[in-house]
Protein backbone atom coordinates (compact mmCIF):
# COMPACT_ATOMS: atom_id res chain seq x y z
CA UNK A 1 0.00 0.00 0.00
CA UNK A 2 0.71 3.46 -1.23
CA UNK A 3 2.18 5.53 1.95
CA UNK A 4 3.44 9.35 2.39
CA UNK A 5 5.21 9.99 5.95
CA UNK A 6 5.29 13.38 7.38
CA UNK A 7 6.89 12.66 10.85
CA UNK A 8 10.04 10.76 11.07
CA UNK A 9 13.72 11.62 12.03
CA UNK A 10 15.63 10.15 9.61
CA UNK A 11 18.28 13.50 9.59
CA UNK A 12 21.36 12.11 10.51
CA UNK A 13 23.20 13.57 13.65
CA UNK A 14 20.12 16.48 14.55
CA UNK A 15 17.93 15.05 17.62
CA UNK A 16 17.79 11.47 18.75
CA UNK A 17 16.98 9.71 15.54
CA UNK A 18 18.98 8.75 12.87
CA UNK A 19 23.00 8.68 13.83
CA UNK A 20 24.73 8.56 10.11
CA UNK A 21 23.66 8.83 6.98
CA UNK A 22 24.31 5.64 6.09
CA UNK A 23 21.76 4.62 9.23
CA UNK A 24 19.21 7.29 7.48
CA UNK A 25 19.38 5.28 4.27
CA UNK A 26 18.35 1.74 6.00
CA UNK A 27 15.63 3.39 7.68
CA UNK A 28 13.98 4.56 4.34
CA UNK A 29 15.04 1.04 2.77
CA UNK A 30 13.14 -0.31 5.29
CA UNK A 31 10.32 2.43 5.35
CA UNK A 32 10.11 2.10 1.22
CA UNK A 33 9.54 -1.74 1.66
CA UNK A 34 6.55 -1.09 3.41
CA UNK A 35 5.27 1.22 0.69
CA UNK A 36 6.39 4.41 1.83
CA UNK A 37 7.28 6.69 -1.30
CA UNK A 38 8.12 9.91 0.19
CA UNK A 39 8.97 11.60 3.57
CA UNK A 40 8.65 14.39 5.79
CA UNK A 41 12.26 14.34 7.39
CA UNK A 42 10.89 16.63 11.14
CA UNK A 43 14.25 16.87 13.69
CA UNK A 44 12.67 17.89 16.49
CA UNK A 45 13.24 21.75 17.66
CA UNK A 46 12.98 21.61 21.11
CA UNK A 47 14.87 23.10 24.30
CA UNK A 48 16.84 19.26 24.21
CA UNK A 49 18.26 19.80 20.68
CA UNK A 50 20.78 22.14 19.16
CA UNK A 51 18.53 24.44 17.07
CA UNK A 52 19.26 24.45 13.36
CA UNK A 53 18.86 26.80 10.76
CA UNK A 54 16.38 26.14 8.59
CA UNK A 55 18.82 26.05 5.41
CA UNK A 56 20.70 23.41 7.07
CA UNK A 57 17.56 21.28 7.49
CA UNK A 58 16.53 21.81 3.67
CA UNK A 59 20.19 21.04 2.48
CA UNK A 60 20.16 17.71 4.28
CA UNK A 61 17.03 16.61 3.06
CA UNK A 62 18.25 17.87 -0.87
CA UNK A 63 21.25 15.24 0.07
CA UNK A 64 19.46 12.37 1.39
CA UNK A 65 17.06 12.41 -1.55
CA UNK A 66 20.04 12.37 -3.99
CA UNK A 67 21.05 9.45 -1.99
CA UNK A 68 17.72 7.64 -1.45
CA UNK A 69 17.01 8.53 -5.14
CA UNK A 70 20.66 6.26 -5.77
CA UNK A 71 19.73 3.60 -3.35
CA UNK A 72 16.39 3.18 -2.52
CA UNK A 73 14.08 4.13 -5.82
CA UNK A 74 14.39 6.55 -8.32
CA UNK A 75 10.89 8.32 -7.59
CA UNK A 76 11.82 8.45 -3.86
CA UNK A 77 11.45 12.36 -2.14
CA UNK A 78 12.40 13.89 1.06
CA UNK A 79 10.58 16.95 2.33
CA UNK A 80 11.71 19.50 5.24
CA UNK A 81 9.99 19.61 8.11
CA UNK A 82 10.40 19.82 12.07
CA UNK A 83 8.44 18.55 14.94
CA UNK A 84 7.89 21.43 16.83
CA UNK A 85 7.58 21.58 20.94
CA UNK A 86 5.06 24.43 21.13
CA UNK A 87 6.37 27.14 23.63
CA UNK A 88 5.52 31.09 23.56
CA UNK A 89 8.16 31.72 20.97
CA UNK A 90 6.63 29.15 18.10
CA UNK A 91 4.85 31.74 16.56
CA UNK A 92 6.51 34.67 16.23
CA UNK A 93 9.49 31.75 14.90
CA UNK A 94 7.38 30.75 12.50
CA UNK A 95 6.58 34.26 10.89
CA UNK A 96 10.08 34.94 11.11
CA UNK A 97 10.60 31.73 9.13
CA UNK A 98 13.22 30.48 11.67
CA UNK A 99 11.53 27.35 12.13
CA UNK A 100 10.09 24.95 9.47
CA UNK A 101 6.63 24.37 8.00
CA UNK A 102 5.59 20.62 6.27
CA UNK A 103 7.00 21.16 3.41
CA UNK A 104 7.13 24.87 3.32
CA UNK A 105 3.49 24.77 3.52
CA UNK A 106 0.92 26.34 5.61
CA UNK A 107 0.74 22.90 7.89
CA UNK A 108 3.22 22.41 11.26
CA UNK A 109 3.38 19.78 13.08
CA UNK A 110 3.65 20.12 17.17
CA UNK A 111 4.06 18.69 19.97
CA UNK A 112 3.41 18.92 23.89
CA UNK A 113 4.72 16.81 27.14
CA UNK A 114 2.23 13.98 27.34
CA UNK A 115 0.83 15.41 30.88
CA UNK A 116 -0.09 18.73 28.54
CA UNK A 117 -2.96 20.63 29.93
CA UNK A 118 -5.78 20.66 27.43
CA UNK A 119 -5.91 24.69 28.04
CA UNK A 120 -2.94 24.73 26.65
CA UNK A 121 -3.74 22.70 23.75
CA UNK A 122 -6.51 24.28 22.95
CA UNK A 123 -4.73 28.12 23.02
CA UNK A 124 -1.77 26.46 20.78
CA UNK A 125 -4.45 25.54 18.40
CA UNK A 126 -6.54 28.51 18.16
CA UNK A 127 -3.33 31.02 18.72
CA UNK A 128 -2.04 29.16 15.34
CA UNK A 129 -5.19 29.03 13.17
CA UNK A 130 -5.84 32.73 13.74
CA UNK A 131 -3.02 33.39 12.08
CA UNK A 132 -3.51 30.92 8.65
CA UNK A 133 -1.38 28.51 9.89
CA UNK A 134 -2.57 24.52 10.00
CA UNK A 135 -1.70 22.54 13.01
CA UNK A 136 -0.93 18.76 13.38
CA UNK A 137 -0.86 17.28 16.58
CA UNK A 138 2.12 15.05 16.54
CA UNK A 139 1.20 11.00 18.23
CA UNK A 140 -2.13 12.51 20.23
CA UNK A 141 -2.22 9.04 21.34
CA UNK A 142 -0.06 10.02 24.02
CA UNK A 143 -1.92 13.09 25.21
CA UNK A 144 -3.86 11.61 27.91
CA UNK A 145 -6.50 14.87 28.29
CA UNK A 146 -7.38 13.92 24.80
CA UNK A 147 -9.58 10.82 25.84
CA UNK A 148 -11.97 12.74 27.59
CA UNK A 149 -15.21 12.89 25.55
CA UNK A 150 -15.25 15.76 23.32
CA UNK A 151 -11.77 16.80 23.54
CA UNK A 152 -10.78 15.97 20.00
CA UNK A 153 -13.83 17.10 18.21
CA UNK A 154 -13.64 20.50 19.93
CA UNK A 155 -10.03 20.30 18.81
CA UNK A 156 -10.74 18.95 14.87
CA UNK A 157 -13.30 22.40 15.12
CA UNK A 158 -10.90 25.06 15.76
CA UNK A 159 -8.95 23.63 13.24
CA UNK A 160 -6.31 20.94 14.31
CA UNK A 161 -5.52 18.22 12.33
CA UNK A 162 -4.56 14.80 14.21
CA UNK A 163 -1.64 12.23 13.24
CA UNK A 164 -0.91 8.83 14.98
CA UNK A 165 1.48 6.74 15.03
CA UNK A 166 0.93 3.12 13.10
CA UNK A 167 2.80 1.62 15.95
CA UNK A 168 0.03 1.90 18.54
CA UNK A 169 -2.61 0.71 16.03
CA UNK A 170 -1.63 -2.74 15.75
CA UNK A 171 -0.76 -3.72 19.46
CA UNK A 172 -2.74 -5.74 21.64
CA UNK A 173 -6.47 -5.45 21.88
CA UNK A 174 -6.27 -5.27 26.02
CA UNK A 175 -4.39 -2.30 25.51
CA UNK A 176 -6.02 0.55 26.45
CA UNK A 177 -4.02 3.10 24.00
CA UNK A 178 -4.38 0.19 21.86
CA UNK A 179 -8.35 0.26 22.07
CA UNK A 180 -8.54 4.30 22.10
CA UNK A 181 -6.48 4.75 18.55
CA UNK A 182 -8.38 2.11 16.56
CA UNK A 183 -11.84 3.58 18.28
CA UNK A 184 -10.31 7.45 17.03
CA UNK A 185 -10.00 5.81 13.20
CA UNK A 186 -13.31 3.95 13.58
CA UNK A 187 -15.14 7.42 13.86
CA UNK A 188 -12.50 8.79 11.05
CA UNK A 189 -11.25 11.25 13.61
CA UNK A 190 -7.04 11.00 12.37
CA UNK A 191 -6.19 13.10 9.71
CA UNK A 192 -2.70 11.55 9.26
CA UNK A 193 -0.96 8.51 10.34
CA UNK A 194 2.96 8.27 10.14
CA UNK A 195 6.29 6.48 11.63
CA UNK A 196 7.83 8.94 14.16
CA UNK A 197 10.54 6.24 13.10
CA UNK A 198 13.94 7.27 14.58
CA UNK A 199 16.36 4.65 13.67
CA UNK A 200 16.51 0.48 12.41
CA UNK A 201 16.93 -1.16 15.99
CA UNK A 202 14.12 0.16 18.13
CA UNK A 203 12.09 2.93 16.96
CA UNK A 204 12.08 1.73 13.50
CA UNK A 205 9.47 1.93 10.76
CA UNK A 206 6.03 -0.41 11.60
CA UNK A 207 3.59 -0.29 9.74
CA UNK A 208 2.20 -3.75 8.66
CA UNK A 209 0.07 -4.39 11.58
CA UNK A 210 -1.32 -1.11 11.85
CA UNK A 211 -2.24 -1.48 7.82
CA UNK A 212 -3.31 -5.46 8.31
CA UNK A 213 -5.91 -3.90 10.71
CA UNK A 214 -7.16 -1.18 9.14
CA UNK A 215 -7.90 -3.35 5.87
CA UNK A 216 -10.18 -5.46 8.10
CA UNK A 217 -11.86 -2.63 9.77
CA UNK A 218 -11.86 0.59 7.97
CA UNK A 219 -13.05 1.79 4.67
CA UNK A 220 -10.48 1.89 1.40
CA UNK A 221 -10.94 5.39 0.61
CA UNK A 222 -10.45 6.57 4.49
CA UNK A 223 -7.42 4.35 4.73
CA UNK A 224 -5.75 6.17 1.55
CA UNK A 225 -6.50 9.80 2.93
CA UNK A 226 -4.70 8.98 5.97
CA UNK A 227 -2.01 7.36 4.90
CA UNK A 228 -0.96 9.20 1.65
CA UNK A 229 -3.38 11.46 0.27
CA UNK A 230 -3.98 13.99 2.32
CA UNK A 231 -0.31 14.13 2.81
CA UNK A 232 -0.04 14.37 -0.47
CA UNK A 233 -2.25 17.31 -1.31
CA UNK A 234 -0.59 19.51 1.60
CA UNK A 235 2.87 18.82 -0.23
CA UNK A 236 1.32 19.39 -3.77
CA UNK A 237 -0.10 22.56 -2.68
CA UNK A 238 0.97 23.71 0.32
CA UNK A 239 -1.43 27.07 0.27
CA UNK A 240 -4.39 24.71 -0.13
CA UNK A 241 -7.66 25.08 1.88
CA UNK A 242 -7.93 21.71 2.21
CA UNK A 243 -10.01 21.09 5.35
CA UNK A 244 -13.12 20.07 2.35
CA UNK A 245 -10.99 17.16 1.26
CA UNK A 246 -9.26 15.79 4.39
CA UNK A 247 -11.66 16.13 6.90
CA UNK A 248 -13.46 13.13 7.63
CA UNK A 249 -16.05 13.95 10.93
Not at 37 to 65: D, G, M, W
Not at 75 to 104: A, C, H, N, W
Amino acid sequence: MKKIDIHCHVLPKLDDGSSSLQESIRMLKLAYRQGIQAVVATPHYSHQFRQEEPEKIRNLCRRLEVKAKAEVNPDFRVYPGEEIFYSQETLEMLKRQQILTIGDSRYILIEFMPNVPYSLLYRAVRELTEEQYCPILAHVERYGVLREQGRIDELIKAGAYMQMNYRRIGGRWFDETVRWCRKMLKSERIHFLATDMHNTKSRYPQTQEAEAWMLKHLGRAYIEKITWKNAEKILTDGQADVRRDILHY
